[in-house]
């Protein structure tokens, strides 16, 4: 059976640590990309929920994988984003800047000895958009760096075109002792609920993502968001156990934030819908957590918004009180990742 160091559920901190003897840390990384949700592609102003910074207010901070909280922040005034188009004029300067975060990321750490191999997090926007050079430079010069273990790559199922597979798995065999993750943002199974969120796409073009990437080798970790104003309880259920059928290598379950910019925060103070409270979430997780199967890696149970943009809700800024909470609330309900998972496979 899977150590998982005391926890009710399978953590990325166990996960690393059982795998390579030690915790990682994660550096979220921007790499000046966009989105073809952002671009005109598909639209412009993203989907419902998405802010300004693209889903990466902590791209180039520190994200300390312990508990899946977060302990150090660093930002960049440089946080412009590049049209897809425009990439190639500026690879130098951007390859440049890829590891210049790094450093200053591994720096942040200092003399205090918590950590000496880091996650590499290509964090903001969509991280496959952009030019095959451009994109191999970026993944090549965070995978040359020693105290790098491995990447983690997050975008969009409509943007991992085969020729990005090939690129990965180009770099795969160029770097065997480095992992490449890929991180793909699903939100939901629900056609309504992706017309609601202008996700952009339908299942279908997900589940062809995902299978060519396990096809190549490739570890995938799904995002979902949990409490969303257009699901029921059932219906976030039924996305979880979906995911679990496909045994994927990492989830991550992430707290609907209402976010300072966003049209999510127009109809939220317009009053057309409330954000789940901590109880209700804590619940709705607990229950998340018994029916995923016992091998899928939870990488996140609650997620992050950055202070000065989070509109609501206001008790998850405490990251610390929510995971005790959880874990109390495992124990008194007795519940174990995969408890109430009718396929443990």
């Known amino acids: 059976m899977t150590d998982w160091h005391g926890k009710p559920y399978y953590s990325l901190d166990a996960y690393c640590k059982n795998t390579y003897q030690h915790k990682l840390y994660k550096i979220a990384l921007n ?25 990466g207010e902590f791209a180039t901070s520190i994200s300390h994988e ?37 450093q200053e990321g591994f720096a942040l750490f200092g003399d205090k000895k918590i950590g000496e191999e880091y996650i590499a997090y290509f964090q903001a926007f969509t991280n496959t958009y952009g030019p095959l050079p451009y994109l191999e430079t970026i993944y090549r010069s965070a995978l040359s760096h020693p105290k790098v273990r ?3 790559i997050a975008t969009r199922p409509d943007c991992v075109e085969e020729p990005i597979v090939q690129l990965l ?27 609601y969120i202008r996700r952009g796409y339908p299942l279908e073009t997900f589940e062809d993502a995902y299978a060519r990437l396990t096809a190549a080798g490739f570890p995938v970790i799904i995002h979902l968001i949990l409490g969303l104003p257009v699901e029921s309880q059932a219906e976030m259920l039924q996305s979880v156990e979906w995911v679990s059928c496909l045994h994927p290598f990492g989830i991550k ?5 209402v976010l300072r910019g966003t ?15 901590k109880d209700a979430y804590l619940s709705l997780l607990s229950e998340c957590i018994a029916r995923l199967a016992p091998d899928i890696v939870i990488h996140r149970v609650t997620g992050d918004g950055k202070g000065t943009d989070l509109i609501a809700p206001d008790w998850s800024r405490n990251k610390k009180d929510v995971l005790n909470s959880l874990h109390h609330l ?10 109430h998972c009718e396929d443990k496979s």
């Open 66 to 102: 312990i508990d899946n909280t977060t302990t150090h922040e660093i930002h960049y005034a440089e946080n412009a984003v590049l049209s897809r188009d425009a990439l190639h004029r500026f690879e130098g300067v951007t390859t440049l800047d890829i590891d210049r975060q790094l």
């Open 330 to 339: 495992l124990k008194e309900k007795n519940i174990r990742q995969g408890c």
């Open 263 to 277: 049209d999510l925060e127009a109809e939220y103070l317009a009053g057309k819908f409330e954000t789940l409270t």
């Open 150 to 152: 491995g990447i983690s």
């Open 169 to 195: 798995r180009k770099l795969q065999e160029e770097f065997p002792d480095k992992f490449i993750w890929i991180e793909l943002g699903l939100q939901s199974i629900h056609e309504k609920t992706a017309s």
């Open 253 to 257: 379950l992430q707290l609907l934030h």
């Open 31 to 55: 790499a000046h990309l966009t989105c073809p949700n952002r671009d005109g592609h598909l639209g412009l102003r993203g989907c419902i929920f998405c802010s300004a910074g693209g889903s």
